[in-house]
Nanobody, 125 residues
C-alpha cells in the first residue's frame, strides 16, 4: 500500500496560484494511478484530476479544466497539482489518492486504495 502526504495548501486571494504536492512512500508508487479529490464543507468529495502510472494520460473535472494541471515525477515519488486562477469555490480540503496497480486512471473515490491526510486550500474573495 502506498503512503501519501499532501502539502502546499494555504490561503490565497482569488486569481492566485498554489501548487500542491503529494509525497509517496512505498515501492509500488511507480505502478500506481494517482488522483486528486477535494471536499468542501457540507459537500461530497469530488473528483478533481487523475493521472495514470506513466503520466501519459490525464483527466480533469470540468470545473478545473484549463486552470489546474496534474503531473507526476516517478523518480521523486511525487504527484503535483498546479492550481492557477483560483476561485473562492475552489476552497476545500484537497486529498491525494493512489490505486496500486492501476493501469489507467480512475474517477471515483472508491476506486482508490490509499489516501493522504488532506491539505486545506482557502481562496479569499
Amino acid at each position: 500500500q502506498v503512503q501519501l502526504v499532501e502539502s502546499g495548501g494555504g490561503l490565497v486571494q482569488a486569481g492566485g496560484s498554489l501548487r500542491l504536492s503529494c509525497a509517496a512512500s512505498g515501492r509500488t508508487f511507480r505502478n500506481s494511478a494517482m488522483g486528486w479529490f477535494r471536499q468542501a464543507p457540507g459537500k461530497e468529495r469530488e473528483f478533481v484530476a487523475a493521472i495514470n502510472w506513466s503520466g501519459g494520460s490525464t483527466d480533469y473535472a470540468d470545473s478545473v479544466k484549463g486552470r489546474f494541471t496534474i503531473s507526476r515525477d516517478n523518480v521523486k515519488n511525487t504527484v503535483y497539482l498546479q492550481m492557477n486562477s483560483l476561485k473562492p469555490e475552489d476552497t476545500a480540503v484537497y486529498y491525494c489518492a493512489a490505486r496500486v496497480g492501476g493501469t489507467v486512471y480512475y474517477l471515483k473515490p472508491n476506486e482508490y486504495h490509499s489516501w493522504g491526510q488532506g491539505t486545506q486550500v482557502t481562496v479569499s474573495s
